[in-house]
């Protein structure tokens, strides 16, 4: 069983940043891919970010070029380094982790089996 504990959430102003950071255990990192996503109130969850097991980064059109990230297989770790953050971030963010390879399946919720808990990010203004 693999379960995933995010952290690194906070209070930040516009133009920040802050880095969140998600750490699997329980079945060998390196196997998985892993994606974030986020949910504001009232909203759907919507994908943000995802790297493959080799490395391979994927974005939302609303964070790239803002948003990084990125994997240590040593530690276990894949982290989102936030940069120039604005209020529509605001949100529950959550890492999710997957064995699949096919690229398609990183932008659906529902083909991450594990979940974080989720961090809070408050953006204001």
């Known amino acids: 069983q693999v379960q995933l504990v995010d952290s690194g959430g906070g209070l930040v102003q516009a133009g920040g940043s802050l880095r969140l950071a998600c750490v699997q255990s329980?079945?060998?990192?390196?196997?998985?891919?892993l994606g974030w996503f986020r949910q504001a109130p009232g909203k759907e969850r919507e994908f943000v970010a995802a790297?493959?097991?080799?490395?391979?980064?994927f974005y939302s059109d609303a964070v790239k070029g803002r948003f990084t990230i990125s994997r240590d297989n040593a530690m276990s770790t894949v982290y989102l380094q936030m940069s120039s953050l604005k209020p529509e971030d605001t949100a529950v963010y959550s890492c999710?982790?997957?064995?699949?390879?096919?690229?398609?399946?990183?932008?659906?919720?529902?083909?991450?089996?594990?979940w974080g808990q989720g961090t809070q990010v408050t953006v204001f203004s």
């Open positions: 999710g982790a997957q064995i699949s390879g096919y690229s398609g399946d990183y932008y659906r919720a529902n083909k991450y089996p594990y």
């Open positions: 329980g079945r060998p990192f390196s196997d998985y891919s």
């Open positions: 790297i493959s097991r080799t490395g391979r980064t």
